[in-house]
T-cell receptor
Framework: EAGVVQSPRYKIIEKKQPVAFWCNPI?????LYWYLQNLGQGPELLIR????????DSQLPKDRFSAERLKGVDSTLKIQPAELGDSAVYLC????????????FGPGTRLTVL | AQSVTQLGSHVSVSEGALVLLRCNYS??????LFWYVQYPNQGLQLLLK??????LVKGINGFEAEFKKSETSFHLTKPSAHMSDAAEYFC?????????????FGQGTTLQVKP
């Protein structure tokens, strides 16, 4: 079974530039999560999707961050414009109804903003 | 509100020694508890989970954890450390049967294994 796929794995941009991350969850998983992981810290939830609906985006900085999951499968997280403080690892995870609490994580995208 | 505290940001053990990584949680509802491991430049991999069944939970790679409600703890142990266990370990809590799908993670503990 293929795991959660994320791309790119690494991204270096200059501040004020836009950037987008892509995630393809495990096949059949209805729930998709985007997490932010700062260096030396645990992941923090940015947004959770149930199919195509964002059911928890309370921690998403909506002035510069946006996300979509149009067909309820893969998802894109965007930052525009990026700031120096956005340098971090962006993790995507997915889960299904049978193991609602167990989340499977992708390898993450490491963003460096210069 | 739920929270997780991992005591000790760095733990160093010798190969073959006991591994003990501490996790205390706070939850207003019966919690589900998880331990994840993260190797450099990789995502998080589930080691084990507690979902209100047996209080002693066995996971992969010889790890286990015991849920102690009276102590609000869920410490991770392994009898004999291997060099390959060197990684970052995260304890996480979610809201159990009233789960909103949100995992709250601790700050992580870096495990160093010395030869």
């Amino acid at each position: 079974e293929a795991g959660v796929v994320q791309s790119p794995r690494y991204k270096i941009i200059e501040k004020k530039q836009p950037v987008a991350f892509w995630c393809n969850p495990i096949s059949g998983h209805n729930t998709l999560y985007w997490y932010l992981q700062n260096l030396g810290q645990g992941p923090e939830l940015l947004i959770r999707y149930e199919n195509e609906e964002a059911v928890d985006d309370s921690q998403l900085p909506k002035d510069r961050f946006s996300a979509e999951r149009l067909k309820g499968v893969d998802s894109t997280l965007k930052i525009q414009p990026a700031e120096l403080g956005d340098s971090a690892v962006y993790l995507c995870a997915s889960s299904d109804r049978s193991s609602y609490n167990e989340q499977f994580f992708g390898p993450g995208t490491r963003l460096t903003v210069l | 509100a739920q929270s997780v505290t991992q005591l000790g940001s760095h733990v160093s053990v010798s190969e073959g020694a006991l591994v003990l990584l501490r996790c205390n949680y706070s939850s207003s509802v019966p919690p589900y508890l998880f331990w994840y491991v993260q190797y450099p430049n990789q995502g998080l991999q589930l080691l084990l989970k507690y979902t209100s069944a047996a209080t002693l939970v066995k996971g992969i790679n010889g790890f286990e954890a015991e849920f102690k409600k009276s102590e609000t703890s869920f410490h991770l142990t392994k009898p004999s450390a291997h060099m390959s266990d060197a990684a970052e370990y995260f304890c996480a809590v979610s809201g159990g049967s009233s789960n909103t799908g949100k995992l709250i993670f601790g700050q992580g503990t870096t495990l160093q294994v010395k030869p």
